[in-house]
């Protein structure tokens, strides 16, 4: 039985088969419409979601299958005191797979050493977002074509942006991949992060605080929003939050052909105005998540 707690369980040859699955089921939706006739996906949120949670339940109902699940922590018996480990055992019993999104760093991880069934991180805390990342890669596969040779800014909240995190991590597997970190002083990469991954694995980047003078050579432009619910102080929450707004007249070094991507919910670090730009991805990436979403339920219940 396989999980999906952070996209490293995944090689890089088993994510080109989730892509290559994706891009089928996006030709050919009808032959995959029974595939989960009967099995059941149970969404456990204790953490708001939109995106994450309602492409899975989108995903398995494609997919012919249904869905229970909870949409807050506190609809569910965890405010009662329940364990996220009862809660597994539980929820084993009604469901074939799970997706779980939680407050906790690696309550995804306790999930899966008790359960009898497969668990999806679907975002733990500011530590690893794999299902975001996995809707990035298709992304960035059906704009650019290749994950190698590509110069990746990544904007913002550096720090507590898990889907970053994973991103980082699925990315410096393939050749020719540079960064170039964009963030205020106190949102840098964690360190855990920096040397973890970007040194262990001499993969050249770069940091700095100018989104401008970073623009011109970027191939990919990763903005993310202040994470708000991570910070222990409102007010340097505050003094933050609008570090960086890409505006159309920002854009203006960019290369005609930069993929701007966001794994939203946005608050103000894109305006709308640059929605209409062609280069703007961030509500591509929206379905090509539940495409990938698809595709996983599919591998995780080892359905043909
Ligand atoms: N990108 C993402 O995780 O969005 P939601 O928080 O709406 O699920």
Do not use: W
């Not at 074939?96 to 690696?106: F, L, N, S, T």
């Not at 106190?186 to 970007?198: A, F, G, I, Q």
């Not at 993310?224 to 505006?247: A, G, H, P």
């Amino acid at each position: 039985m396989r999980h999906l707690l952070d996209i490293l369980d995944f090689s890089t040859e088993e994510l080109d088969e989730l892509i290559a699955k994706a891009c089928d089921i996006i030709e050919n939706p009808d032959k995959y419409a029974e595939k989960c006739r009967r099995k059941k996906l149970a969404t456990l949120f204790f953490e708001p979601s939109t995106r994450t949670r309602l492409s899975f339940e989108a995903a398995m109902y494609e997919l012919g299958g249904n869905v229970i699940g909870f949409s807050e922590g506190r609809s569910s018996s965890a405010s009662k005191g329940e364990s996220v480990s009862d809660t597994i055992k539980v929820v084993s019993n009604y469901a074939d797979i799970i997706a779980m999104r939680h407050p906790k760093e690696g309550a995804p991880m306790v999930a899966s050493m008790v359960s009898s069934i497969p668990i999806i991180n679907a975002g733990d805390g500011g530590h690893n977002h794999p299902t975001q990342t996995l809707a990035d890669l298709l992304t960035i596969y059906r704009e650019k074509g290749r994950f190698s040779d590509l110069t990746v800014g990544l904007c913002g909240d550096l720090k507590f942006g898990r889907t970053v995190h994973s991103l980082i991590n699925a990315l410096s597997r393939y050749s020719g991949i540079k960064f170039v970190l964009i963030s205020p002083e106190e949102l840098r990469l964690p360190d855990y992060v920096t040397n973890n991954v970007l040194i262990k694995n001499s993969i050249p980047y770069e940091e700095t605080t100018d989104l401008l003078e970073a623009m011109p050579k970027l191939d990919i432009l990763y903005m993310t929003r202040v994470q708000r619910e991570r910070f222990f102080n409102e007010q340097d929450y505050i003094r933050l939050k609008d570090s960086y707004i890409l505006t159309p007249d920002k854009l203006d070094n960019a290369k005609a052909d930069l993929c701007i991507m966001h794994p939203l919910p946005r608050v103000n670090e894109i305006s709308v105005a640059v929605d209409n730009d062609p280069r703007a991805c961030y509500f591509k990436q929206v379905l090509n998540g539940k495409y990938m979403r698809m595709a996983l339920i599919l591998k995780l219940l080892e359905v043909e």
